[in-house]
């Protein structure tokens, strides 16, 4: 990129890589708020040089006094999301040394500006906002109204942009689909916030969709899913989720060609709730080798044995293990290397964990864009602690043969419904127009 372009478009432009999931390097992707962070201070930085200077970056014309740009230094600022370094515009030539006001402001409000990094990202932003951010402690604003208007219309369409970006490019295997539920509006109930992830077939990690305030009925999360349809996403080879029946029915009904995985993590704790503490570590390890077993084959044989074995004695344990068992092993069809990362949808639900701290002693933290804030935050440091997937050549090929059954599955299953609606007797019909 040239030299000529103001550095906050370098940095978007990497935060539209980070974000698209281009971006390979562990460290990269786990820079997402920072990056957004920076993005925000820059372009601030920029504004407030573009007031005090009465013209845009390169635009000719400078008046006498006024100075002018003479390149830019880099700057450092301390986070909760650690060290952030910034390219702040230099200005020489006036009358009086240019201080940045906006650099001292920044440093003792950098919580201020994490908050519109994620806000950036996951709801866009107001010009209040922006104003709310960039306001001395005596209340003057640092920025003049034009640019907090113009920096609000940038963010605003950044935003607007990673809502409604193209996904046909990413290539998803693996989708995650999971939610937490959170006090969204205050005095309401808790409603579940929806959150879907993907692993694309490079390894990368990337963030497709959130929804707030959401219900987790076979309409709504259908909605969700056919929003990220419209917008390119493909088949995936298997998508993850909880046991929510609306979650299972939007899956079947809007993936019907790919496999559903049954998250384990949820289904263990189901079967702990069912059996005495006593007999746990026994039906523990029996449940974890047919989960873990090499095949799904193997996996069905040993099952049949923990049936057999604890039936009598812990029916309802048993009805829960028998419960939608084939989905509990659909990972087994995927490549050994990547099954325990895609058999639970704990890779999101750790995250959520400190949210929830965060919310219980935060005064006032419920609502839907609070909610949405920490929950971004929480999503944008997955990176940090996913384990990576690898695909090499085989596992591609392993990937592409499981497709293959997947969709051959599909097509016998969508033939023998059709025949079975062929089959079915005509009703409504009198005697005498039979006869």
């Known amino acids: 990129m040239s030299k000529r372009v103001p550095p906050s478009m370098r940095t978007r432009e990497t935060l539209s890589s980070l974000i698209e999931g281009r971006l390979s390097s562990p460290d990269g992707r786990s820079e997402l708020v920072k990056l957004a962070t920076r993005l925000i201070l820059e372009e601030a930085l920029e504004a407030e040089t573009r007031d005090a200077l009465g013209r845009d970056y390169y635009e000719r014309g400078a008046e006498e006094g006024r100075g002018y740009r003479n390149g830019c230094r880099t700057g450092r600022l301390k986070t909760a999301e650690g060290a952030i370094e910034f390219s702040a515009p230099q200005v020489a030539g006036r009358d009086e040394p240019f201080r940045s006001e906006i650099r001292e402001h920044a440093k003792g409000r950098t919580e201020a500006l994490e908050e519109l990094a994620v806000e950036m990202l996951a709801r866009g932003l107001s010009v209040r906002d922006i104003e709310d951010a960039f306001r001395a402690d005596d209340g003057r604003l640092l920025l003049s109204r034009t640019a907090v208007s ?55 990690r990337v963030l497709l969709h959130l929804m707030a305030g959401s219900k987790e009925d076979a309409e709504t999360v259908s909605a969700f899913f056919q929003d990220m349809r419209a917008r390119g996403l493909g088949d995936p080879a298997l998508v993850v989720s909880d046991g929510a029946p609306g979650v299972i029915k939007a899956i079947e009904t809007c993936f019907p060609r790919s496999a559903r995985q049954r998250c384990l993590a949820h289904r263990m704790r189901n079967l702990a709730a069912k059996v005495p503490e006593d007999v746990w570590p026994e039906v523990k390890a029996r449940v974890q080798a047919v989960y873990q077993a090499p095949s799904r084959a193997i996996a069905r044989d040993l099952a049949k044995g923990v049936v057999e074995d604890f039936g009598r004695d812990l029916p309802s344990a048993v009805t829960c293990f028998e419960d939608d068992f084939e989905a509990c092993i659909a990972h087994l069809r995927m490549p050994v290397t990547h099954r325990r990362a895609i058999r639970t949808t704990n890779l999101l639900e750790r995250l959520f964990v400190e949210e929830r701290r965060r919310l219980k002693i935060i005064p006032n933290a419920f609502g839907e864009r609070p909610v949405l804030k920490l929950m971004f935050g929480a999503m944008t440091r997955a990176a940090e602690r996913w384990r990576s997937i690898r695909f090499t050549e085989f596992e591609r090929r392993q990937i592409e043969a499981v497709r293959q059954e997947l969709a051959a599955e599909y097509e016998a299953a969508d033939t023998t419904a059709t025949a079975a609606r062929q089959a079915r007797p005509v009703t409504g019909i009198s005697s005498s127009s039979q006869t």
């Open 150 to 204: 113009e920096l609000g219309e940038q963010l605003w369409r950044d935003y607007q942009e990673f809502a409604a970006r193209d996904l046909s490019e990413h290539e998803i295997v693996y989708l995650f689909v999971d939610g937490i539920a959170e006090r969204v509006r205050p005095g309401q109930r808790r409603e579940p916030v929806m959150a879907a992830w993907g692993f694309t077939a490079t390894g990368a």
